[in-house]
């Protein structure tokens, strides 16, 4: 037994000098795995994160050629054979992290340490038929230290690839307890550390070697590449000319609306400026509040994206559905729920209520609009609780004006939160907003709009130099994007604006709906079908993204594929606020793109496959039929056409940013992980200066461009 390394030492074993120590290794390792969040808050990331200190092309050939990476494994591979699995390690470890991994939401917990795995492994190990030798798994040792006598007996090899190698079947697996363990509303209590541990102490049990031989890099991504750049052109020609081709005036406004950034609200913007006096924001649909919110069976959820630690907490109580049939569904269904959970009652629930279900499901099939609606989303309105004390809401809410450059003069601002609807949709947050941890915004929106409601948040707001008159009012509203419809939630009574507004949202939505799918009862019955694979196409044929005023796209036809990012660069000289934007929403834009980028490149490896064959597995993920690894990205049905052919253009974010050079370049210096995804052709940044709006130009980095320092 040797102590654990020392991280910047070089170890010396079997007279060959390895490159890393284990906590070096253990850190190149949770580098190159892509987290994989639970089914219920799926939030978008880049698949090869990892690998962003390496140009794009180098990245997708090493992700061709790397198991861990991308390149199918071999439990991946498999649909229904258990016996195809790559070892009886694999199977074993497999089963025992869905026991662990689950254990919180069942009655009945395993008879073991739950708050450790390899404690929990130790335990499980001398009682699971399945492994004959459990001396290996006897003692105390940690996980650092099995780590490192795996080391010693393999001499020469890195300990990069000795942990690599005992994750290389598991890549799914791996990067869901890499994003339980970066959680910061979970407790953590599994490490990529223990269960590469477990795995090794398998391997000895199961006498299967510690590693094998892996296949070197080639360059086999590149002929993947050969098409993405017509597609990349074309769309920065559709932003360039959108951006140069208006007069760029503003017009006034009876009422200001705040939409998320996602592309999918660009379209009722357009419609809904060409319709009346109406000014449109773009902002990340958590509305800059960086919370979590609690739900009765997940627990804590974030309700933003992954790059706060610092959450407030935000609760939810349904209001005013006490005696509605809507409410009384919901009651049943919970108790329902709560049998199922039950390890007594689990088995005679589903058996007892198997031929209604089937009763049910044949009926909504035929008929999907008929009957209630128990479709994911939409639901009652919900009272909105948010621990926060009024300096830090102030702070939050200015700071949102102010990148925005928001007219808080006008008589009615809107913050629109979405959310999407469908039934039988194991990827149904895929759907619904990326900012806000894959939940509904709407529960954000109108978090916000009562602060600002609040007399005492509005005085510190004009203390804070927001010109805020006692004729604003705020208001939240939910847009369901299934459906392309907006409802304005608790709207003040006797306001001609908001009888006004509400009645060219509902001419704005149906256009949409129209231009789209066919009009809205044809949305409405696809969302309320538990046969649709494709209740709507989320944001598949996203591609451009622009970082700037409305005025200089508005009225030009986006297609939908443009994230919108509202940016007033007057009141920023320094660049502070844009560096802002681009480590925030042009970040989460670059995650959401690359999962549709990669799930429509390398479908088998970094997609989730087809949803015909997924067996979700208590809501953490899906496998493909009844074993294998947890898959990873988007599903087929919602990159691919039926026909099979790729619905989702693959190619890169093309950013396009309205502001002065030298402030974008400013901002760049002080965003060195965007400088470079930039730099090294994860994505393309454009520069519009305002006072020459006819010529663009791309961004210049500053002189000394930082390397990355991010992960995903
Ligand atoms: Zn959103």
Known sequence: MVGRSTAGSVKHLGGHV??????????????????????????????LGGLTDETFEDAVDMAVADPLLGAVGPVTAHLTDRSALASA???????????????????????????????????????DPAVADTTPFAGDLSAAEIIDDAVQLSPGRDPV?????????????????????DDPTHPERITIEQVCAVRLLLATALDEPLLEESAPAGDGGRTLLAPIEEGESSLRELLHAAATSRSHQ???????????????????????????????????????????SRSP?????????????????????TQDGVGTPRRWLQQLQDIIQSLEHGIVTAYSTVESRGWVDALWLSVKTLSP???????????PPAEIELEMDHSTAIMHISQLFEQIGLDTTVPIICFVGHESRSRNNAHASTLDCGACGGHSGVANARALANLCNDGEIRAGLSSAGVDLPDTTTFVAARHETTTDTVEIIDPPTGSRTIGALQDVLAEASTAVA???????????????????????????????????PRRFSRGTDLDGRVFLQSYAHGD?????????????????????????????????????????????????????????????????????????????????????????????????????????????????????????????????????????????
Request: with cysteine; proline share 10%.
């Open 18 to 47: 390895v490159s890393a120590t284990i906590d070096e290794a253990l850190q190149i390792i949770r580098k190159r795995i892509a987290p994989l969040w639970p089914l219920h808050s799926f939030v978008a990331t880049n698949p």
């Open 89 to 127: 390690g694999d199977v074993i470890l497999i089963k025992w992290l869905e026991q662990y991994c689950t254990a919180d939401q069942v009655t009945w917990q395993p008879p073991f340490p739950m708050d450790d795995f390899l404690k929990f492994a130790r335990a499980y190990a001398a009682v």
């Open 161 to 181: 690839e000795v942990l690599s190698a005992q994750l290389d079947a598991l890549p799914g697996w791996a990067g869901y307890v890499l994003a339980l363990s």
């Open 250 to 292: 503003d017009s006034p406004s009876e009422a200001a609306l705040c939409f998320c950034i996602d592309a999918r609200s660009e379209p009722l913007r357009r419609e809904l400026e060409d319709r009346g006096p109406y000014t449109t924001y773009g902002v990340p649909g958590f509305f800059g509040l960086p919370v979590s």
């Open 297 to 317: 069976v997940h627990g804590s959820q974030l309700a933003c994206p992954p790059l706060f630690t610092d959450l407030s907490r935000m609760s939810r109580r």
């Open 369 to 379: 609009a008929w009957g209630p609606d128990l479709s994911h989303g939409g639901g």
């Open 514 to 548: 129209r231009s789209r799918a066919g009009g809205v009862n044809h949305a409405v019955a696809r969302s309320q079908d538990p046969a649709q694979p494709r209740p709507e196409w989320g944001l598949a044929r996203n591609g451009g993204m622009i970082v700037g």
């Open 572 to 712: 920023d000289p320094e660049g502070t606020v844009l560096a802002s934007l681009l480590t925030g929403p042009v970040q989460v834009a670059h995650w959401i793109n690359a999962q549709y980028l990669f799930s429509t490149l390398l479908p088998a490896q970094l997609g989730a496959g087809s949803k015909l064959y997924h067996n979700p597995l208590a809501g953490i993920g899906v496998r493909r039929a009844c074993f294998g690894d947890l898959q990873r990205g988007l599903p087929q049905q919602s990159t691919h056409l039926p026909s099979g052919e790729p619905y989702h253009e693959p190619i890169r974010l093309q950013v396009l940013i309205i502001a002065p050079p030298d402030i974008v370049t400013a901002a760049l210096a002080a965003a060195p992980h965007i400088a470079g995804l930039y730099t090294r052709g994860w994505l393309r940044i454009d520069v519009l200066n305002p006072s020459t709006p006819t010529r663009i130009q791309p961004a210049q980095l500053p002189v000394d461009t930082p390397s990355t320092g991010m992960g995903t």
